[in-house]
T-cell receptor
Framework: DQQVKQNSPSLSVQEGRISILNCDYTNSMFDYFLWYKKYPAEGPTFLISISSIKDKNEDGRFTVFLNKSAKHLSLHIVPSQPGDSAVYFCAATLGNQFYFGTGTSLTVIP | NAGVMQNPRHLVRRRGQEARLRCSPMKGHSHVYWYRQLPEEGLKFMVYLQKENIIDESGMPKERFSAEFPKEGPSILRIQQVVRGDSAAYFC??????????????FGPGTRLLVL
């Protein structure tokens, strides 16, 4: 039972434009949401997080939006850069556990 | 993810053999998580350990899989009598705090297990 879903397996964006990665979840009890970035043959690295009591968190080019009523979060990257090309996982926490989505592969075209 | 070490990076086993995956957390981290990533799937939580304690193993298959995090040395994920379906990437992550949240986990590079 996939509690965190990323329905777009891949996304291509022109350099300089905005990348929007989406994530849906089913459990309203999740307390934190996180985004991780993963390059091939490496482990995921933390990107940005948001508490369930907030609706927006910004860090440089990265902004995460949380819509609790829709059980939806998104990651905006602007402007997108070729080095952003990677697989992005969203994750949600409940107590000690992390629940990960299946990932979206982002390709930023120079 | 610098600092979390996993070895081996690649492991090939024949069906029925044992696989031992090691994870050394970042210095100062006393909490370790193990995840499995099957092809075309996301990371699936397996087990959460503190030194000498299994805190949550609800994601671990009931048979053949075990994990430990001794007082000294790395955390070990052990898979006995491996089957082809165990072929996956196994990631370890460590954390300095008990309750995850805005603090995050730091991932190792993973061990890619191939069962022939």
């Amino acid at each position: 039972d996939q509690q965190v879903k990323q329905n777009s397996p891949s996304l291509s964006v022109q350099e300089g434009r905005i990348s929007i990665l989406n994530c849906d979840y089913t459990n309203s009890m999740f307390d934190y949401f996180l985004w991780y970035k993963k390059y091939p043959a490496e482990g995921p690295t933390f990107l940005i997080s948001i508490s369930s009591i907030k609706d927006k968190n910004e860090d440089g080019r990265f902004t995460v939006f949380l819509n609790k009523s829709a059980k939806h979060l998104s990651l905006h990257i602007v402007p997108s850069q070729p080095g952003d090309s990677a697989v992005y996982f969203c994750a949600a926490t409940l107590g000690n556990q992390f629940y990960f989505g299946t990932g979206t592969s982002l390709t930023v075209i120079p | 993810n610098a600092g979390v070490m996993q070895n081996p990076r690649h492991l090939v086993r024949r069906r029925g053999q044992e696989a031992r995956l090691r994870c050394s957390p970042m210095k100062g981290h006393s909490h370790v998580y193990w995840y499995r990533q099957l092809p075309e799937e996301g990371l699936k939580f397996m087990v959460y350990l503190q030194k000498e304690n299994i805190i949550d193993e609800s994601g671990m298959p009931k048979e053949r899989f075990s994990a430990e995090f001794p007082k000294e040395g790395p955390s070990i994920l052990r898979i006995q009598q491996v089957v082809r379906g165990d072929s996956a990437a196994y990631f370890c992550a460590s954390s300095p705090v008990l309750a995850p949240g805005q603090e995050t986990q730091y991932f190792g590079p993973g061990t890619r297990l191939l069962v022939l």
